[in-house]
């Protein structure tokens, strides 16, 4: 089964360079993982702070390797530092 995951953040203010620099090094690294299909970033229309990732997994247990990975680990604890408020994540399979 597909796994799509939807990963919500609230950026901070003045740290839209920086956390663009981690979006793109994190995107990179998921590239060459086992499962990886697909991802985008998107940015609310109504709130510049507000983005959501959403990432395409060939399964769910790709996407929890992926998200287990020290490497990964450590990028997204550089992210969180940037936001208002924990991430919030949340992952969809197919029917």
Known sequence: MVAKILIERKIKPDSLGDILDLYMHL???????????S??????????????????WHSLSDWQAWENNP???????????LLDEPSTVRAFTTL
């Open 27 to 37: 995107r990179s690294l998921a590239m060459r993982q086992q499962g990886y299909i």
């Open 71 to 81: 490497e990964r680990l450590g990028i997204a604890q550089q992210i969180e530092s």
């Open 39 to 56: 991802g985008e970033t998107l940015v609310s229309a109504d709130c510049d702070d507000e983005h959501l990732v959403i990432s395409t």
